[in-house]
């Protein structure tokens, strides 16, 4: 009976063609684990949930509620929209810990601390100007071309904790999205070989998909939102910025929703 080592000859070198020897295999099905479980998943979800709406009437007829109760009941929906934002954190966890290495911390290698916060806040204020206003105007024409479904950014009822959850909701979002699509992706699809332009692309492209049970509209915008946050972050590789900027989108449209003209 052999006492060879699984996937190692007899001299205890790597066999050619074993898992071990081909590193970008495990960072792809580790990259898939990744998607599955957080934006992947959604991105799945939100072409069904397209087709289902397109099915049923003209697009422009469709809602999308961004911020939706889970109990009539205010204390258990209270529970519910916490215990909702902290196990969507998890896979940013799980992204964090794949990144980490001896010596230096997942946070400091993308850029995700608080070593400038007046520098970064400014930045990602800035950011949000860039990418908010345009957004507004794109929502409207996308209403007016039926492209777009009627966004409603919260269905919460009226409780002492609501603008708060709704600011948890929002950070929650831009935690998520920046370091797993900006950070995370852009990192392995960097040690997978692809070229700049291809990893920039593949990450935009999954950021407006799991936007489109919103429409054809909220794709494109967020697109483009990709295209500027990768292009900022490899340009200067701090993600503090997008996180703030996207926080500030995403509290704008949720807890002032209908100012800007949603719902």
């Known amino acids: 009976m052999s006492n060879s080592v699984p996937g190692r000859s ?14 970008h295999a495990r960072l792809r099905v580790e990259v898939c684990i990744v998607l599955g479980l957080s934006l992947g ?15 049923r009437a003209p697009l422009a007829q469709g809602t999308s509620t961004l ?37 230096r911390s997942a946070f400091a290698r ?3 601390t608080l070593q400038r916060p007046g520098r970064d806040f400014l930045c990602g204020l800035g950011l949000a100007a860039l990418i908010g206003i345009p957004s507004l105007a794109l929502y409207a024409a996308g209403r007016a071309l039926g492209i777009t479904t009627e966004i409603i950014p919260s269905a919460l009822n009226t409780y002492w904790w ?3 959850v709704l600011v948890l909701s929002a950070v929650r ?9 900006v950070g995370y ?14 990893a920039v692309l593949a990450s935009s492209l999954l950021r407006g998909s799991y936007h489109l049970y919103q429409g054809f509209g909220p794709f494109a915008g967020n697109f483009l939102m990709g295209l500027v946050f990768c292009w900022v972050y490899r340009r200067f590789g701090r993600l503090t910025p997008l996180v703030i900027a ?14 800007l003209g949603f719902g």
Do not use: C, M
Request: aromatic fraction near 12%; glycine fraction near 10%.
């Open 246 to 259: 996207h926080a500030l989108l995403d509290i704008a449209a949720f807890v002032g929703g209908p100012a």
């Open 67 to 103: 911020n939706a109760a889970q109990s009539s009941r205010q204390y258990f929906d209270l529970v519910y929209q916490l215990l909702g934002i902290l196990f969507a954190l998890v896979p940013v966890a799980l992204v964090l810990y794949l990144l980490w290495q001896p010596g």
């Open 10 to 23: 007899e001299t205890g070198a790597p066999k050619t063609g074993t898992w071990g020897t081909r590193p």
């Open 110 to 112: 993308l850029g995700f």
């Open 162 to 164: 609501t603008v708060p």
């Open 185 to 198: 992706l852009l990192e392995r699809f960097g040690r997978f070989g692809w070229s700049a332009t291809a």
């Open 173 to 181: 979002h831009a935690i998520v999205e920046e370091v797993i699509v």
């Open 41 to 55: 998943q959604s991105a799945v979800y939100a072409v069904v949930q397209l087709l289902d709406k397109l099915s």
